[in-house]
């Protein structure tokens, strides 16, 4: 049996950009770093991505270079201004240079044997000369480019990767590489909302000539339609004429209903783009891939494209839009687009571009390259427990193999628990796992793990003294866990639906951890906390204290003090556990990944905390807690007043309904209390 585990990806930005897909939401490539970082911690990776100040990506971020550092070269952004492949593709500049020098330093620090260092542009060839395939793997993950040097390459179309192969060598000659793919973009279904469509063509695009404006005000014209357009480039000479970044003839809209508007941002692009009948792309090059036509699809409205390039594997003829060639039939897919069904160019587009999909292809892809350190016999790599080949075809979220019982985040991610509950092959409490994390003071949560305890349990040591048994490591609770699930520390458990995370300074019996677990299973919830009792030191917010009449509550946060997940909570929200030292925030950041559904405070369990705690320590970035919070909160676009002011019980389930311990009926709960917002 081959052994499959996850490495960790070493993602680097790029050095003329801040990795912030708002602040350059015109930069393709630069969006894309964002959003893989996303989508590989998502899927249970440990990302690490190395990048400019003021970077907002859902992994450990290193920064590199200050914002000032960058400018020095690249001067301040503007967004009306198409970006010049000839000042900022350059390997030899200086930014690049310096960039690529403190990245080579950094990654020196942090990469491990059998680590993948991603790199999403063909200007960091520099780092892998640094640090070469002998222990780790350079590969570049979105390949849209010329002058591709990796041994393992990710292309965003089959006609970027047949380009490339026939480029080195003549077309008889060319033979294929197994471990070069074609992955296309990949797109954050959240930011694409449906448009309602409407009476207008909509071209987003830089204004260069090869981008094609020319044909698509020709279409304008040719139909009586208007066109708007936005983008960077395009200057306004005077009343109807126009001029490009890199065209000497001016664009002349005499006649034709044209808009420009300019840069577009997020928002402006979804009411463009989603309110239009059709967006025309009609480039003249070969486009690498032409993320533009993607996005239409997936705001539901149809595009028109060029019929070659990368909009051959991305537009399916007369379902998505049309590809043309000639007058004729950009003028008929433009009367006619408006016939295609908005819904299903919506679906099919999230079917086949969202971070779900393509993160399930890189995935595979991967496996195949990890694959080669079990053994260099290509056929001793075949895994028998290989459930799927889904990665080409289909939409299958399931696990490319059975995961091994040394995952945890694998297992978080394909476990039923509803499923599991009727075929059981283990007690309820065989699946359940108390991860503890503890100090040098008396760690009163210990007394409750007991011999007799039917739960599983790890214990992880940040302080001085060496505890046998437990794993022992420097630093801070969750940013341990996250490391202590991705190194699978956790390799004596065969299974398990509910994980509890209790601060070190929580007093509770055994038997009142088994009956928390009870509940949550019962009662199918997501994220959960006992109740604090009323003699504790002290109750950080009250919606937590315990309420006597009732036997849980439905609200809208639990504390970071001590929470319970369920199996596919945690896998949703454990990237989030590296995001600070403190984990000040993230007990308003859970709530909103799930959705704020399934949170509950367990009144019928109670747990006393005994020590208060201080806001005045400081953390290794000598930031205070607080100052940490507002910063994670910011990423996640929460703002702590407003989260806080929200705080609410949703309802309760009272105590004498006496349903908390037994089996949940199909019918609905009893007795729910609307509770209104909490008191203090």
């Known amino acids: 049996m081959v052994e499959r585990t996850k490495p960790t990806l070493h993602c680097l930005g790029l050095a003329f950009s801040v990795s912030d897909k708002n602040e350059y939401c015109h930069c393709a490539y630069t969006c894309k770093v964002v959003k893989f970082c996303r989508m590989m911690s998502q899927r249970g990776y440990n990302v690490i991505h190395y990048g400019n100040e003021g970077a907002i990506v859902e992994s450990h971020h290193v920064t590199v270079m200050t914002r000032s550092e960058m400018e020095e070269f690249t001067g301040k952004m503007d967004k009306q201004t198409t970006i010049s492949r000839q000042a900022y593709w350059d390997p030899q500049s200086k930014l690049w240079r310096k960039f690529n020098g403190r990245c080579i330093a950094a990654l020196m620090e942090r990469v491990e044997e059998r680590d993948i260092i991603c790199h999403p542009g063909g200007c960091s060839q520099a780092i892998a000369r640094a640090i070469p395939d002998d222990t780790v793997t350079n ?398 030191q002290n109750i950080g917010w009250q919606i937590t204290a315990h309420v006597p009449e009732s036997a849980f509550r439905y609200t809208n946060f639990v504390e970071i003090l001590a929470p319970l997940f369920s199996a596919e909570a945690l896998a949703t929200c454990l990237p989030t556990f590296a995001e600070n030292y403190s984990g000040w925030g993230l007990d308003f950041i859970w709530p909103k990944l799930l959705g704020y559904k399934g949170i509950a405070v367990i009144d019928a369990v109670q747990m006393r905390h005994l020590i208060s705690s201080s806001p005045d320590w400081k953390m290794p970035n000598g930031k205070k807690p607080r100052e940490e919070m507002h910063e994670t909160l910011a990423r996640y676009e929460l703002d702590y007043q407003r989260c806080s002011e929200k705080v609410r019980n949703l309802g309760m389930v009272p105590n004498c309904a006496q349903t908390a311990e037994k089996e949940r009926p199909d019918t609905k709960i009893p007795a729910f209390i609307d509770l209104g917002a909490p008191k203090g």
């Not at 459930?387 to 694998?410: A, E, K, M, N, V």
């Not at 040591?461 to 046998?468: F, I, L, P, T």
């Not at 420097?474 to 458990?493: C, E, F, M, P, T």
């Open 139 to 536: 590969v570049e993950n979105g390949i849209g480019y010329g002058g591709s040097w990796a041994q393992f390459k990710a292309f965003e179309s089959y006609v970027m990767m047949h380009t490339t192969w026939v480029r080195q060598t003549r077309f008889e000659d060319v033979d294929g590489h197994e471990y070069e793919v074609v992955i296309p973009n990949y797109f954050d279904v959240a930011d694409f909302p449906a448009g309602p469509g409407g009476n207008y063509l909509a071209m987003v695009a830089h204004m260069g000539s090869r981008k094609g404006l020319a044909v698509a005000l020709a279409i304008a014209k040719h139909t009586g339609k208007k066109l708007i357009a936005g983008g960077p480039g395009l200057k306004r000479l005077s009343e109807h004429v126009y001029v490009g970044p890199d065209v000497q003839t001016p664009y002349d809209t005499t006649g034709i209903d044209f808009e420009y508007v300019g840069h577009v941002n997020p928002e402006q692009r979804a009411k463009l783009m989603g309110g239009a009948c059709a967006v025309i792309v009609p480039t003249r090059y070969l486009e690498p891939f032409g993320g533009v036509s993607v996005e239409a699809q997936l705001y539901g409205t149809p595009v028109l494209t060029s019929d070659w390039g990368g909009f051959v594997d991305i537009v399916e003829h007369g379902i998505g839009g049309y590809r043309c060639r000639i007058p004729d039939h950009w003028v008929w897919a433009a009367n006619n687009a408006h016939k295609l069904d908005r819904a299903k160019i919506r679906q099919r587009a999230i079917d086949r571009f969202s971070l779900e999909k393509v993160g399930a292809m890189f995935e595979e892809w991967f496996e195949m390259i990890q694959a080669r350190w079990v053994s260099m016999d290509y056929w001793k790599t075949v895994n028998p427990e290989r459930r799927q080949l889904d990665w080409l075809s289909g939409t299958s979220q399931h696990p490319i193999y059975q995961p091994p019982p040394s995952f945890l985040p694998t297992q978080f991610a394909s476990k039923s628990a509803t499923a599991e509950c009727a075929v059981a092959p283990l007690p309820l409490y065989a699946r359940c796992l108390v991860i503890a994390t503890i100090g040098d003071r008396h760690a009163a949560i210990l007394d409750a793990i007991t011999p007799s305890a039917k739960f599983k349990t790890l214990v992880i040591n940040h302080g001085d003294a060496h505890r046998e048994g437990a794993i022992n490591r420097k630093g801070y609770k969750w940013q341990n866990i996250k490391l202590a699930l991705d190194n699978r520390h956790v390799h004596s458990i065969p299974d398990f639906d509910y994980v509890w995370f209790p601060d070190d300074d929580i007093e509770i019996s055994t038997e009142d951890i088994h009956r928390l677990f009870v509940i949550a299973h019962n009662q199918k919830l997501r994220l959960c906390q006992p109740s604090m009792a009323a003699n504790s």
